[in-house]
């Protein structure tokens, strides 16, 4: 082995694990905003590899997917679902200030 295939070997390495810490790290979160956010770090942590592994166009699409598009969905998802359910609330709260539901 040269020096250069040594090296690549160390940095697939170091990428992998990268993937291990950022993996666990969105496994222990608990707040789906900030799995969104470390669900977009593995994201850039699968492209690294990729690239690393010598697949740019697998890496692009992982950039493109994984690190922008499926976390704004989350986060979006998170943010519709904590308006309406603050909403609920409100309704709710307004409902019983007035003596209940009567209809």
């Not at 697949?55 to 699409?61: E, F, H, T, W």
Request: charged share 20%; glycine share 8%.
């Amino acid at each position: 082995m040269n020096g250069a295939a040594v090296l690549t070997q160390i940095m697939i390495g170091g990428a992998l694990l990268l993937l291990a810490a950022v993996g666990t790290a969105a496994v222990l979160t608990r707040d789906p905003a900030r799995q969104a956010v470390v669900l977009a770090m593995t994201g850039l942590s699968l492209a690294l590899l990729f690239t690393l592994l010598q697949a740019p166009d697998v890496a692009l699409s992982q950039l493109g997917v994984g690190t922008a598009v499926t976390p704004l969905l989350i986060l979006l998802t998170v943010r519709r679902v904590r308006r309406d359910t603050r909403l609920r609330r409100s309704e709710e709260a307004d409902r019983s200030e007035r003596g209940g539901d009567r209809e």
